[in-house]
C-alpha cells in the first residue's frame, strides 16, 4: 500500500486550490443567492485541464490518473458543492461512460470536445416517477429505420440547461422490464429538446438543475451508447464514477467545515475562554476530524481499484454513503459551533449545510447505499467484472 500522493497529484491539488482560493471563495456567497455562476468559470477550469483530468491524452484529457480526479473534486467542493457536482456529472457521469462504453466514433465526436472543455456533458436518468427506482422510468424511444423516436422527461437534471450533450436513458422495450432499457447520447440541439431549470433549491443554488423534455426527438442510431436493453448496466457502471467524485467531494467539504470552525473556535468566547476549549465543542471538531480522514481514506481506495481496471461498486458505494453522512454531521455541527452566527449567511457554513444534504440523497440516498451494503455483506449481491471496463491506468 501506498498512501503518498505524486509530485503530479500535489502540484494538482496545489493549483486547483489556489483557484478556489481566487476565482471561488471571494464570490460564492454572491452567486448562492443570486442562483448561478459567472459562465467563464467554465473556460478556466478548461484551461487548467480540469473538465478532464483522468481521460487519456488522445481523447484529449490530461491523462491523469482516477485519484486526480479525485483531488480536483475534493478542492473544488471545499470552494462550494456546485463546481464538483458540475465536474460530477460532467467528468464522472458522462465522460467516463464515454471512455468506457463508447464507439471509437461517439469519443471522437463527443468525448474529445467534453475533456477538453469545449462542450459539456451531463447525465439524464432520474424522472418524475422514477429516482431511486430507475426501472420505474416512463421515456421510451422506439426505432424508425436508422433513428430512434425519443419521448418522455427528466427531472432533477444537474447542468439541465448548460449542458451540450447528454446521456439520457429511455426504455426501447418495456417488456423486458430493466433489460429493456437503453442509453443514448442526446445533443441539446436536437429539435424536439428542451430544457427548464427547477427554482427554490434548498441548496447547491449556484448549480444548475433542472428537467429535459423530449417531443419526438430524433436520435441517430449512431447516438445509441452500447447495444440495446443495456442501459440500466451502463447507468449502474456511471453511477461507480459519478458516487466515486460525489464522496471525493464530501471529503473537500468536511475540510471546509473543520476550517470554518477551527477558526470561529479561537475567535469566539463564553464563560471567560475560546469555545473551542470547552470539551463539547473540541467533541465536534474531533468527530469532523475523524470523518475527515476516513471519508478520504475510502475514497483513494475505490481510485486505486479503479487504477488497477478492478470492478468496484461495493468499495464505492461504502464511500458514497459514509463520506456524505459524515460531511452532512460535519456541516451540522459546523453550524451548531457558530451558534446564532451559524444561521445567517455572515459566515458559510449554512451554505454548507444546506449543500451536504444533495449528496445525501443524489447518486444513491443513503437508504439505497445502506440496503446496498447490508446485500454485499449477507452475499445477496456480489461485483464481477462488466463486458466493458473503464480503462486501467496508466492508460495504454
Ligand atoms: C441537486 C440534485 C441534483 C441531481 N442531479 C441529477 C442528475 O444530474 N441526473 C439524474 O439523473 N438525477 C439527478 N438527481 C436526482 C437524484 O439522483 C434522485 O433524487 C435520487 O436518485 C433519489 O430519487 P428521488 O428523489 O425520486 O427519491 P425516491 O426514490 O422517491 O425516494 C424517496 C425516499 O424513499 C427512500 N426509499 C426509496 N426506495 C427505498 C427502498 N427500497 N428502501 C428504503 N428506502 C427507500 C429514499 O431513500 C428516500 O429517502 C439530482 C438530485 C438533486 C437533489
Redesign the pocket.
Known sequence: MNFDFSEEQQLLRKTVRQFVDAEIMPHIAKWDAEGGFDSTIWKRLASLGLMGVCIPEKYGGAGMDYNSLAIVCEELERGDTAFR?AVS?HTG?NSMTLLQWGTEAQKQKYLIPQARGEKIG?????EPG????VAAIDSYAKREGDVYILNGQ??????CDVADHFIVFAYTDKSKKHHGITAFIVERTMPGFSSKAIKG?Y??RA?N?GELFFDDVKIPVENRLGEEGEGFKIAMSALDNGRFTVAAGAVGLIQACLEASVKYCKERKTFGKAIGDHQLVGQMLAKMEAGYHMSRLLVYRVGELKNKGVRNTRETSLAKWQACDFANKAADDAVQIHGAYGYSDEYPVARYLRNSK?PV????????H??MQADYVLGKRQDKPLSKMLPKWPFE
Open positions: 457536482t456529472v457521469l451531463a447525465f439524464g436518468l432520474t422514477a429516482g431511486s427506482d427528466k427531472t432533477w437534471i444537474s447542468l433549491k441548496g447547491i448549480g438543475t444533495a440523497i443524489y447518486e444513491g440516498t443513503r437508504e439505497i445502506t440496503i
